[in-house]
């Protein structure tokens, strides 16, 4: 099977994102890391589920549910 070189690019950027400390989380993407701590605390402290949208490293949209796990570290990194 053949993979699309920049699928593989994207990938490897979200995974050294990841990586990153917080720190550089907020200086590279401080919008995203914003709407992302503000969705996570008020889903948790509220007890109800939040649907959004997020972006997978290759290029598609998915539906994620907020304060679940995996839904945030799709939201965030575009991968689990």
């Not at 919008?31 to 992302?36: P, T």
């Amino acid at each position: 099977m053949m993979v699309n070189r920049n699928v593989v690019v994207n990938f490897k950027k979200r995974v050294s994102f990841c990586h990153d400390s917080c720190f550089w989380k907020i200086i590279r993407e401080p919008h995203h890391f914003l709407i992302f701590k503000i969705l996570e605390v008020i889903a948790k402290l509220s007890g109800k589920s939040i649907k959004i949208n997020a972006r997978t490293f290759w290029g598609d949209k998915m539906v994620v549910v907020f304060p679940e796990v995996v839904s945030l570290h799709i939201y965030k990194y575009g991968f689990f």
